[in-house]
Every structure is written in structure tokens, then in C-alpha cells.
T-cell receptor
Framework: SQKIEQNSEALNIQEGKTATLTCNYT??????LQWYRQDPGRGPVFLLL???NEKEKRKERLKVTFDTTLKQSLFHITASQPADSATYLC???????????WGAGTKLIIKP | GAVVSQHPSWVICKSGTSVKIECRSL??????MFWYRQFPKQSLMLMAT?????????EQGVEKDKFLINHASLTLSTLTVTSAHPEDSSFYIC???????????FGQGTRLTVV
């Protein structure tokens, strides 16, 4: 069955630097992959969706890449700010029933 | 983006009582909603898929008689935790999508504490 692996260790980044988070999956390559942000005590918020035929997608300071050969997606935040501190989750389509499979998330801490 | 509203945001109840959590899609019709449970520092765990007008589909290991789901309309799904016990204390989140190949919209989550 499909599994998603995200680095469980918190990532500490200095303000202004680029933060890079990794999402690896184990089985079939999904048609697309999604990234979400979750703040403590809140539901996740959608950030970006990238399709398998898209190598890269950008939105303001965010960039996502999708490498189906490596079975990996990278999520970048450039010019990071303390307000970017949160847990970031990646998700893949599970099957045709609209369900998503979720990674455990990586906690990002941006230090001023 | 679409808005999903979840209520209450937190609730404390006594062991043995039941708690109902509501999830509403405010500006779109959600034929399918999802209920998740999340423990601290862990991933979202799908409990069930709620389909409007039909029975919910529960994930393996989730007791359907304990976690009652009702999806009576295209904009409202409810999760009732029956005869709650302290081990049911958790963060419950609902979600809705408008189709495959689209993002998921989440409610604010409900922190349930059973004492």
C-alpha cells in the first residue's frame, strides 16, 4: 500500500534562509501531490498542488517540485519568516473515492 | 477558496456521555466529507468517509457504533461520539473536497476532552 514519509525531526532554519522539506512516497506515482500547512490546534490549510507532468510549481515564496523517478516532492520556502513556522503536510490521492493519504508532517521552526 | 465550518472548536464532557460535532460546507455542496482524528505530533488518521444520503464508510478499526456519522444534507455532516471515554480524547477534524484532482478544505477542528 502507498505510504508517505516526511522527516519527523523538526527543521530549524534561520530567518531569511530557504527552508526545504521532503516528502517521499513508496509505491505508485500519484497523478498529483499536495502540500498543506497546519498550525497548532487548527485544521490544515491547502498551499499547493502539483501534477505528475509538472516538474515545478510556484506560488509567491513557495516552490514545489515533483520527481516521479525518485518518488519525491520537495517543498521550498524562500526568504523564510518566523510566521512560516508551522507543520507542513504532504498528501496523495488514495483512490477514486476522493480520499487522501497523509504524511505525518514536518515541523518547521524559523528562528529570527 | 471554499469554507468548511466545524463546531464546536472544543468540548469537555464527562465519561459515558455523547458529543456531537458538526461540519458544514458554507459556500459549496459537499457530497463527500471526511472525518479525521489526530493525536499530538501524528498524522491525520482517516476515520470515515461520509456520503450524503447514504451510510458512511468506516476505516478498518473504527467502531461505527461508537462514532456515528450522519450526512443528511449536501452541506452538513455530523460526527457523534457515543458513550465517550477518556481514550476518545483527541483532535477531530472534518474535511470536504469538490472532486478528485482538487484540494481539501478543512474545518477548524474540535478538541475533545473526556474526563
Amino acid at each position: 500500500s502507498q505510504k508517505i514519509e516526511q522527516n519527523s525531526e523538526a527543521l530549524n532554519i534561520q530567518e531569511g534562509k530557504t527552508a526545504t522539506l521532503t516528502c517521499n512516497y513508496t509505491n505508485y506515482s500519484p497523478a498529483y501531490l499536495q502540500w498543506y500547512r497546519q498550525d497548532p490546534g487548527r485544521g490544515p490549510v491547502f498551499l499547493l498542488l502539483i501534477r505528475e507532468n509538472e516538474k515545478e510549481k510556484r506560488k509567491e515564496r513557495l516552490k514545489v517540485t515533483f520527481d516521479t523517478t525518485l518518488k519525491q516532492s520537495l517543498f521550498h520556502i524562500t526568504a523564510s519568516q518566523p510566521a512560516d513556522s508551522a507543520t507542513y503536510l504532504c498528501a496523495l490521492e488514495r483512490d477514486s473515492n476522493y480520499q487522501l493519504i497523509w504524511g505525518a508532517g514536518t515541523k518547521l521552526i524559523i528562528k529570527p | 477558496g471554499a469554507v468548511v465550518s466545524q463546531h464546536p472548536s472544543w468540548v469537555i464532557c464527562k465519561s459515558g456521555t455523547s458529543v456531537k460535532i458538526e461540519c458544514r460546507s458554507l459556500d459549496f455542496q459537499a457530497t463527500t466529507m471526511f472525518w479525521y482524528r489526530q493525536f499530538p505530533k501524528q498524522s491525520l488518521m482517516l476515520m470515515a468517509t461520509s456520503n450524503e444520503g447514504s451510510k458512511a464508510t468506516y476505516e478498518q478499526g473504527v467502531e461505527k457504533d461508537k462514532f456515528l456519522i450522519n450526512h443528511a444534507s449536501l452541506t452538513l455532516s455530523t460526527l457523534t461520539v457515543t458513550s465517550a471515554h477518556p481514550e476518545d480524547s483527541s483532535f477531530y477534524i472534518c474535511s470536504a473536497r469538490q472532486g478528485t484532482n482538487t484540494e481539501a478544505f478543512f474545518g477548524q477542528g474540535t478538541r475533545l476532552t473526556v474526563v
